[in-house]
C-alpha cells in the first residue's frame, strides 16, 4: 500500500490547478487518479501513444461529446488511434450507415483537433512507429501492447482509451506495472513443443495460453516456426491479449527479454513456485472448434485483418484469389491500415483481390464495424483474437480456420461466376 | 474518524446546528457534494447495468435493480467490467442523471476515470462505517473526508 501520494512536479501541478487549460487538467487529474491507484511514485515520459475508444459503435454518443469538450488540448507526443467503425474513406460502398458516419467523422476530427494522428490501427509499429527495445509507451490496444512489450522489448501497461488520451495531452504516464523491470519478469511456464507453420496456429496457441494465463506473464518454450516470423508473433499476441490479459510474454531464443526471463525462471523453478501448462497439437484442434460457432454453409463475409494485416499477409490473401470470383452472397474484407494498403496497392496485390469481388478496407476491422446492423450472419476468420471477440455478441456467428480454409469457403466451385 | 458540531445555514429544520461523523477517505475525483446514501453491496459494472438515458439499473441481478442513481450518493465495493463503463458514468452525467458523489471501497480505473471525466466526486478507502441507504451524506473529496449526518 502507498503511503505517499505520488509526487508531481511543479510544472505538473500547475497543468493539475487549470494553468493549461480544460484538457490538461482533466487528463492531469486522470493521470493522477491512477497514479494513486496503482501506486505508483511519479509520472514519466512516453516515446508514443496509442488511443483506444475510437469507433462509434463503442463509445457511441457519449464518447463523442467527451471526445469534444476536450478541444482545447493538445498532443505533445506522438499519438494514433485504434481501429474506427468504419473505412474513413470507402465507408459508402462498406454500407456503413449514414446516421453512424456522421458520428464516426466527427470523432476523428476531434481527435485531430487535439493533434493526435488519425491514422487508425492496431499494428501502428507496421506504419512506421517503432518503438525502441526500453522505450516506455502509452498503448491501449490489446494485441499492440502485448507485441510492444513481447517483441519489441518496449514498456507499456494496457492503457484505457481516457487514460491513453491523457498520456497523449500530458505527454506522461504514472510510472507502475509494466513499466517496472521486476514486473517483467515470467509468473508462469508453458513447455509447448510444437512445430507450428502459421499465423493462424499461433494464434490458436495464444487463445490456450491466454486463459490459463490469465493477466499472468507466459515464458514460452519448445515451440519451433519455419522460422517464426513477425506476423506468427503478431497473431500470438492478439489472441493472449484477447482470451486472456497477457501484455507480456517470453519466448526462448525470440523475445529480446528471455535470457534474463530464463534466469529468473531457473530461480523460481528451483524453489517450486511454479506453475507449468503443457501444450499439445490436439489442443489447438480442441480450441478451434470451441471457437467457431457457425457451420462452413453459413458464412457470408470471410474477414482477415485482426490483427491489422502486413503487407506480406494482402500479398497471401492476393495468391489465394488470384484468378479466382467470390461465390454469389459472399463477401470478402481485407483489414490494414491506411500505409499498408497503399504499399499493397503499389506491390500489385489489391488488384486481384478486388478483382475476385473482394475488398481491402482501411481504418476499421471486423470486431469494431458494426457488422450486425449490416445483416451478416456468419463470419469466417483466421484469427482467434477476432473468434473471441465476435462471440461475445452473439451476431453474426463465427467459423474459424486457417486463411487457404477461409478463402475456398468463398470462391465458387467451378473457378467462375457462380 | 471523529464527531463535529457545526452551524450550517440553510438547515433550518435543526435550528442552523448539526452533528456529524467525520470520515477519512482518499480522494479520486475531486468536488463536492451532498445527498442521500443508496448503497449496494455487489461490484457495479456501470456498462450494461444502468440505462445512461434514465440513470436506472437495468441489471436483474443486481441488488440495486429499478432503483435511480440520480443524485444519490452512491456507495459500492468497487467497479468491474467493460472499460465502456467510464463513457457511461459520463453519459449520465450529461444527461443529469449521475450519482451526486460516489464513494468506494477499493477504486479502481473505470470507475475513477468515468468519475473524472463526468466531474463526479469520488473517494475510497473510507474509514470503517457502516453506510446505511438514506443517510445523509456529504462528500468532500477535495480535503479527502465524508460526513454522515
Same mark, same amino acid.
Given at each position: ?35 494513486? $491507484? ?32 476536450? !478541444? ?81 522489448? +518496449? ?12 498520456? +497523449? ?75 486472456? !490479459? ?7 531464443? $525470440? ?124 463470419? +469466417? ?30 470462391? !465458387? ?6 | 474518524?471523529?464527531? /463535529? ?11 442552523? /446546528? ?35 438515458? #434514465? ?27 467493460? #472499460? ?35 466531474? /463526479? ?29
Amino acid at each position: 500500500m502507498n503511503l505517499m501520494p505520488m509526487w508531481l512536479s511543479r510544472e505538473e501541478e500547475r497543468i493539475l490547478e487549470g494553468e493549461r487549460g480544460f484538457a490538461a487538467q482533466k487528463a492531469m487529474e486522470i493521470l493522477v487518479a491512477l497514479g494513486e $491507484i496503482f501506486s505508483a511514485d511519479r509520472l514519466i515520459p512516453v516515446g508514443s501513444v496509442q488511443i483506444s475508444g475510437v469507433s462509434y459503435k463503442t463509445i457511441g454518443k457519449e464518447g463523442l461529446e467527451w471526445l469534444e469538450s476536450l !478541444s482545447d488540448g493538445k498532443a505533445v507526443v506522438p499519438a494514433t488511434l485504434n481501429p474506427a467503425g468504419m473505412d474513413l474513406e470507402r465507408w459508402k460502398e462498406m454500407g456503413i450507415p449514414e446516421g453512424f458516419a456522421e458520428g464516426q467523422l466527427r470523432i476523428v476530427r476531434a481527435f485531430q483537433g487535439m493533434g493526435i494522428q488519425p491514422l487508425c490501427t492496431c499494428t501502428p509499429y507496421l506504419l512506421g512507429n517503432l518503438p525502441r527495445p526500453g522505450e516506455h509507451l502509452a498503448w491501449s490496444e490489446s494485441s499492440a501492447v502485448c507485441f510492444a512489450n513481447s517483441v519489441l522489448g +518496449a514498456m507499456t501497461n494496457r492503457e484505457g482509451g481516457p487514460s491513453a488520451i491523457a498520456s +497523449a495531452l500530458i505527454g506522461r504516464t504514472p510510472r507502475y506495472g509494466y513499466h517496472l523491470p521486476e514486473n517483467r519478469m515470467p509468473t508462469l511456464r508453458v513447455d509447448a513443443p510444437l512445430r507450428l507453420k502459421e499465423s493462424f496456429e499461433f494464434s490458436l496457441l495464444g487463445y490456450i495460453i491466454g486463459r490459463e494465463a490469465k493477466n499472468r506473464v507466459p515464458f514460452i518454450e519448445g515451440v519451433r516456426g519455419h522460422p517464426i516470423s513477425k506476423d506468427e508473433l503478431k497473431a500470438l499476441s492478439a489472441s493472449l491479449a484477447a482470451s486472456g !490479459s497477457v501484455a507480456l510474454f517470453h519466448m526462448e531464443g $525470440i523475445t529480446p527479454e528471455a535470457s534474463k526471463a530464463k534466469k529468473s525462471l531457473k530461480l523460481l523453478i528451483s524453489r517450486k513456485e511454479f506453475e507449468t501448462l503443457r501444450i499439445e497439437s490436439k489442443d489447438l484442434e480442441m480450441a478451434r472448434e470451441k471457437l467457431s460457432t457457425a457451420s462452413e454453409d453459413e458464412v457470408d463475409l470471410i474477414a482477415f485483418g485482426c490483427p491489422h494485416a502486413s503487407l506480406e499477409e494482402v500479398g497471401r490473401i492476393a495468391r489465394l484469389l488470384k484468378g479466382r470470383r467470390l461465390r454469389r452472397g459472399v463477401r470478402l474484407w481485407v483489414f490494414t491500415s491506411l500505409g499498408i494498403r497503399r504499399a499493397a496497392e503499389r506491390c500489385g496485390y489489391v488488384a486481384p483481390i478486388e478483382a475476385a469481388g473482394g475488398r481491402v478496407y482501411a481504418d476499421t476491422c471486423m470486431v469494431v464495424a458494426p457488422l450486425e446492423e449490416m445483416g451478416f450472419q456468419a463470419v +469466417a476468420v483466421n484469427s482467434a483474437k477476432a473468434a473471441v471477440y465476435l462471440s461475445a455478441s452473439n451476431k453474426p456467428r463465427v467459423f474459424l480456420a486457417p486463411t487457404a480454409k477461409c478463402i475456398s469457403l468463398a470462391i !465458387s466451385k467451378m473457378g467462375s461466376e457462380g | 474518524m471523529n464527531r /463535529i458540531e457545526g452551524k450550517k445555514e440553510n438547515d433550518r429544520k435543526r435550528g442552523g /446546528i448539526f452533528i456529524a461523523l467525520r470520515l477519512k477517505c482518499r480522494r479520486i475525483s475531486k468536488g463536492y457534494a451532498e445527498g442521500l446514501a443508496l448503497v449496494s453491496n455487489m461490484p457495479i459494472s456501470f456498462f450494461g447495468m444502468v440505462d445512461p438515458k #434514465t440513470g436506472v439499473v437495468i441489471d436483474r441481478s443486481h441488488d440495486l435493480y429499478g432503483k435511480s442513481l440520480s443524485g444519490r450518493i452512491l456507495v459500492f465495493p468497487y467497479g468491474r467490467g467493460s #472499460t465502456v463503463g467510464s463513457y457511461v458514468l459520463y453519459g449520465l452525467a450529461k444527461n443529469k442523471k449521475a450519482p451526486a458523489a460516489i464513494i468506494c471501497l477499493e477504486a479502481e480505473p473505470i470507475v475513477a476515470v468515468g468519475a473524472i471525466m463526468a466531474g /463526479i466526486p469520488m473517494v475510497d478507502r473510507p474509514e470503517c462505517f457502516e453506510f446505511r441507504n438514506m443517510q445523509r451524506i456529504a462528500v468532500n473529496a477535495d480535503d479527502a473526508e465524508i460526513l454522515v449526518y
